[in-house]
């Protein structure tokens, strides 16, 4: 059976028979009928590892979360997603040192999410929010739309985002674009953390 438990880099959810990378959770968001409205129950969203240490968790545990998954690292942050500090200790060690060098301190990982929280989210909306920017300036590994298309910007060129992989390189837009990635995720990526892409993207 397919999930509709695949994220967008626009944080939607999507059904899809596509293999993700990482795997994450926003909370308990299924019932008895499947996945629900809500969109989190809270605000720790953090990026995992699809294995770690032989464990093996189901899907949908009743009251405990709802797996949800993503085609690479790039797209869990446009989506609001952390590395987890457990299974992916090395990932969240260089993320805080680049979350420092951009904005001064490492917080405790709550303010972390309250800080992520408020960059991402749009209040009482179930969606996230999309910003403003030039596609010039934005740094690499951020997800960006631009004339009803998802792109990732890397290494100076625009690779358009399907839940397959990436396409092939393309100019960057100069001019306005709608970032997906928060003002906070940017700055982190700008101060030289690197994400995990997707072999569609590695490969070339």
Request: charged share 20%; glycine share 10%; proline share 8%.
């Amino acid at each position: 059976m397919t999930y509709p438990n695949r994220v967008q880099p626009d944080g939607t959810f999507l059904a899809t028979p596509a293999r993700g990378t990482l795997t994450g959770n926003r909370g308990v968001l299924h019932d008895g009928n499947g996945i629900g409205a809500a969109r989190w129950r809270h605000r720790a969203w953090v990026c995992c590892e699809l294995s770690y240490r032989g464990r093996w968790r189901p899907i949908m545990p009743s009251g405990r979360w709802t797996a949800l998954f993503f085609l690479d690292e790039a797209v869990a942050m446009a989506a609001g997603h952390r590395p987890c500090g457990q299974c992916r200790r090395a990932d969240y060690k260089l993320f805080s040192a680049a979350w420092m060098r951009a904005l001064g301190t490492w917080p405790d990982p709550k303010a972390v999410d309250r800080s992520l929280h408020t960059s991402r989210a749009r209040p009482g909306a179930r969606l996230l929010r999309t910003h403003d920017a030039m596609g010039e300036a934005l740094p690499d590994g951020t997800l960006f739309r631009h004339e009803g298309q998802d792109f990732l910007k890397w290494s100076g060129h625009a690779y358009r985002y399907s839940p397959d992989g990436y396409g092939v390189a393309v100019p960057v837009p100069n001019g306005r674009v709608w970032a997906l990635t928060c003002p906070v995720m940017q700055a982190v990526l700008a101060a030289g953390y690197c994400p995990r892409r997707h072999p569609s993207l590695i490969a070339r």
